[in-house]
T-cell receptor, first 109, second 118 residues
């Protein structure tokens, strides 16, 4: 499938907000996803948003969707050191999930 | 319940050797995926199965790679002969469905098999 684009690195201080951005390709995706990969582990579904929504809030996580620009973002409020991980954006391309390259989030004390 | 189980977790081999990676999906899941993760290319879908049948293998790099799913609880990814550029983390994932019927598509990943080909 075509590329889902993400910035590769983000560094924030503990307690600040993190915003990870993504540009996806498949406008027919019913859902758009954020997966999280902790060191030495596989990916886990973190959150997702239905394509007819603009925003979804789940505790410290806020997902924003701009369908016109095919732009998805993940905001983590009050970022903690335990949030350090790689975050993957994905759209539903055909018969598979199409992942971006992932954004490595580093949270410093 | 056990998640997706992959073996081996780490494999170091020499160029030209055969490598076999194994996966046990979550019981009851109909879909099984093999992904490869590298720094340069990110996460690439190699192949996926539905009800043990290969559906899309267009991501398999070349004929050196093959994948099988002889039954619902086991799959293998084989590389023969292996080359240094095959060094990567190989993930197996399974899912109950593919996000139809109005539900989001959740893939469950194993911990990966880190392959180093010298």
């Amino acid at each position: 499938g075509e590329d889902v684009e993400q910035s590769l690195f983000l560094s924030v201080r503990e307690g600040d907000s993190s915003v990870i951005n993504c540009t996806y390709t498949d406008s027919s995706s019913t859902y758009l996803y954020w997966y999280k990969q902790e060191p030495g582990a596989g990916l886990q579904l973190l959150t997702y948003i239905f394509s007819n929504m603009d925003m979804k809030q789940d505790q410290r996580l806020t997902v924003l969707l701009n369908k016109k620009d095919k732009h998805l973002s993940l905001r983590i409020a009050d970022t903690q050191t335990g949030d350090s991980a790689i975050y993957f954006c994905a759209d539903h391309s055909g018969y598979a999930l199409n992942f971006g390259k992932g954004t490595s989030l580093l949270v410093t004390p | 319940d056990a998640g997706v189980i992959q073996s081996p977790r780490h494999e170091v081999t020499e160029m030209g050797q055969e490598v076999t990676l194994r996966c046990k999906p979550i019981s009851g899941h109909d879909y099984l995926f093999w992904y490869r993760q590298t720094m340069m290319r990110g996460l690439e879908l190699l192949i996926y199965f539905n009800n043990n049948v290969p559906i899309d293998d267009s991501g398999m790099p070349e004929d050196r790679f093959s994948a099988k799913m002889p039954n619902a609880s086991f799959s293998t990814l084989k590389i023969q002969p292996s080359e240094p550029r095959d060094s990567a983390v190989y993930f197996c994932a399974s899912s109950l469905d593919r996000g139809t019927s109005g539900r989001a598509w959740e893939l469950f990943f194993g911990e990966g098999s880190r392959l180093t080909v010298l």
